[in-house]
């Protein structure tokens, strides 16, 4: 499908779609069942597979995925959950659904601009429930050393990998390292249906639990009454609609055979990108090659040497029909948090924030269009 953008020239995410992907939905709209249905557990199935995970629970957003991690966590008022503040904020928002308090941790540096395992040892209170660790642009974060930290203090380790589909660390994929992991299947991620998330996890306890409060703990759906399985329904329970539908399930289904194709692309891409940024002064790349081949490459995230221009370098580039954007904003510098959380202070988090410049990067990005991006970088940086 041609792409509808107009301006910018280079966007910051594209997406394109093939023939079959509009035809699965067509075909889901042609059945007639829309909602949570055969095509919702199949995609469950054929996810669950591909990471490894015992379940794979589809959802209506990876905020909803989250919360319901966190619930499963046993995550209620007056508990702690620690948190990067360099993501976006639904990894926090999600805390406060659930009565707890988001505390927010250092990343390592600005090169590696993940949670920082020290510093959340460091932030460990009797009140620490969990602890949430997010693959920041597709690197693995140190699930690792956070696994170890949160079993020694019997906390949960739960993964936001929004932006982490099929990438891994030591050959594991991410998601399943903790309790629960949650994915993003938001317009403009790696595997993108408009909007839709999936909670995955080992544990028994935490796929039931969340598969009975993403609706509203009924004990029997729709689509099993619409089957004659049963007719009556209990609520067991104070559940959500965080159900997904069939149409993005179809959808997720058919888009799902070219992750992997897709995902090489980006390696390719962000491989080529980080060669012609090794000669352009005035910025560094965060991660390292070694570190792209187990990555999904959701974004490419530069950082500015100098502080203070990240606007007039973005305004620059706007100009010449380039988009960026800042990933991410401080979460503890919103006025909602300001205001709630006064005076946290994490000092390489928001020089990050405020150094950080987002490239335009998609798997059809073209190499022309990668030097083009590159040269207006480089002429935005020079005085
Ligand atoms: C996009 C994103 C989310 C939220 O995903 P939704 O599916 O839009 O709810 C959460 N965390 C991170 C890191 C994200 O990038």
């Known amino acids: 499908m041609a792409s509808t953008n107009t301006f910018p020239e280079l966007p910051l995410f594209d997406l394109q779609l093939q023939p079959q992907d509009l035809e699965a939905v067509a075909e889901t709209l042609r059945s007639g069942w829309l909602t949570l249905g055969p095509r919702t557990e199949a995609f469950e199935e054929v996810f669950a597979e591909h990471l490894g995970a015992r379940h794979a629970i589809a959802v209506s957003s990876c905020t909803a995925a989250l919360h319901l991690a966190y619930m499963a966590a046993g995550v209620g008022p007056g508990d702690e959950v620690i948190v990067p503040s360099f993501t976006f904020a639904a990894t926090a928002s999600a805390v406060l659904y659930c009565g707890a308090t988001p505390v927010f941790a250092e990343i390592v540096s600005r090169e590696a601009p993940s949670l920082d395992p020290e510093d959340v040892e460091r932030r ?21 050393r956070m696994k170890e930290i949160c079993d020694r203090h019997g906390l949960a380790l739960i993964e936001d990998v929004a932006h982490a589909p099929s990438a891994t660390l030591h050959g594991r994929k991410l998601g399943t390292w903790g309790l629960a992991g949650a994915f993003s299947f938001f317009s403009n991620k790696v595997l993108s249906v408009g909007e839709g998330g999936l909670l995955c996890t080992d544990s028994d306890e935490v796929a039931a639990l969340a598969r009975s409060q993403r609706s509203h703990c009924m004990t029997s759906g729709t689509w099993e009454r619409h089957n004659g399985r049963t007719d009556t329904y209990d609520v067991v329970g104070l559940g959500y609609n965080y159900r997904l539908d069939e149409p993005r ?3 997720l289904l058919s888009r799902m055979g070219r992750l992997e194709q897709e995902i090489e692309r980006r390696r390719e891409l962000t491989m080529r990108y980080r060669s012609l940024l090794a000669g352009v002064e005035g910025i560094h790349v965060p991660f390292e090659d070694h570190e792209v081949p187990s990555s999904s490459c959701y974004v490419f995230p530069i950082m500015l040497d100098e502080d203070g221009r990240q606007a007039e370098v973005s305004r620059r580039m706007r100009e010449q029909g380039i988009q960026t954007s800042i990933f991410y904003p401080s979460i503890h510098r919103f006025t909602a948090y300001r205001e709630r959380f006064p005076g946290v202070s994490l000092p390489i988090t928001e020089l990050a924030s405020r150094t950080e410049l987002t490239l335009p990067f998609y798997p059809h990005m073209s190499n022309d269009d990668q030097d083009r991006v590159v040269a207006v970088l480089a002429g935005a940086l020079a005085r």
């Open 124 to 144: 460990i209170t009797p009140r620490t429930k969990a602890v949430c660790i997010v693959h920041f642009a597709g690197y693995a974060a140190a699930a690792d």
């Open 249 to 251: 399930s179809a959808l």
